[in-house]
């Protein structure tokens, strides 16, 4: 069986996308690595296929190389991305995800998701943990190009700290209450990736706690991004993640 794939990136996060709303995509695992497998497959840090839905204009899919799910929220401005070149979205588009229904409004250059609301954060081990759709761990550093993200990441993740499922860490730099640098391990992945859409957002709402303000320019190696917030007391609210997203190139791939 041929599958057709499309290659896209959202802030240097790339990804394979297939649309399957025949729903004759094999969801196996030993598939899905090895399309994502840089050496025997296609290559990317995901998964995601196109499929429909009941209560979204489509619902996208999002697996991990390692064939686990999540939310991944540069892999949903890359699904609008795609989608829009398919015709099915709107400039303001209501799809489903991994956890539930988000909004995306198409800028031109950059797409704007609609993140969940932020209502789990809490402090542990000399760092802030978040969920915005994925487990994250922010942990504040004065320079973030100097860490080992690889190393250092993976003894965090692997702790034991945030359960079986582990967690993704960031590192972050302040750069001044409007910007911050970061840099991210990401699970599933077991690599440092060059952004990472739940990562960058839940770093942004943890520098809340140290005088950053919303809107929050988020710089990372592959690119920057915006995130908009709405402060309360129990979390955050009307929470956006803001970047580009960008085809790269098609092609087929025997499954």
């Known amino acids: 069986m041929k599958a057709t794939f499309h290659k896209y990136q959202a802030a240097g996060n790339d990804f394979v996308i297939i649309d399957n709303r025949n729903n ?5 695992p030993e598939i899905i690595q090895r399309i994502c497998d840089r050496k025997f497959g296609v290559g990317a840090d995901g998964l995601i ?26 892999g949903c401005r890359a699904a609008i991305r795609f989608a829009e070149s398919l015709d099915i979205a709107l400039e303001t588009t209501q799809f489903n995800a991994y956890d539930g229904i988000h909004r995306a409004v198409i800028k031109g250059h950059t797409i704007d998701l609609e993140m969940a609301d932020v209502q789990n954060g809490r402090e542990m081990e000399g760092g802030i943990f978040l969920d915005t759709g994925s487990p994250h761990f922010i942990l504040f550093v004065k320079n973030a190009e100097e860490v080992d993200v690889v190393g250092v990441g993976r003894k965090w993740r692997y702790s034991g700290l945030f359960g079986d499922a582990g967690a993704n860490i960031n ?12 840099r991210t391990y990401e699970r599933g992945v077991e690599n440092e990736t060059l952004s990472c859409g739940t990562g960058v957002t839940a770093s942004a709402l943890a520098s809340s706690a140290y005088g950053c303000n919303s809107p929050l320019k988020v710089e990372t ?13 129990q979390g955050f609210k009307k929470v956006w993640l803001e970047g580009p997203a960008e085809h790269v190139f098609s092609g087929t791939i025997d499954l």
């Open 221 to 233: 190696k592959g690119g920057s991004l915006t995130v908009r917030f709405q402060r309360e007391k």
């Open 171 to 182: 590192f972050v730099e302040i750069k001044d209450n409007s910007k911050i640098y970061v």
């Open 24 to 28: 004759q995509f094999p969801k196996t």
């Open 49 to 74: 296929l196109i499929e429909p839905s009941k209560t979204g204009l489509f619902e996208m899919i999002y697996y991990n190389p390692d064939a686990t799910q999540s939310l991944c929220g540069n």
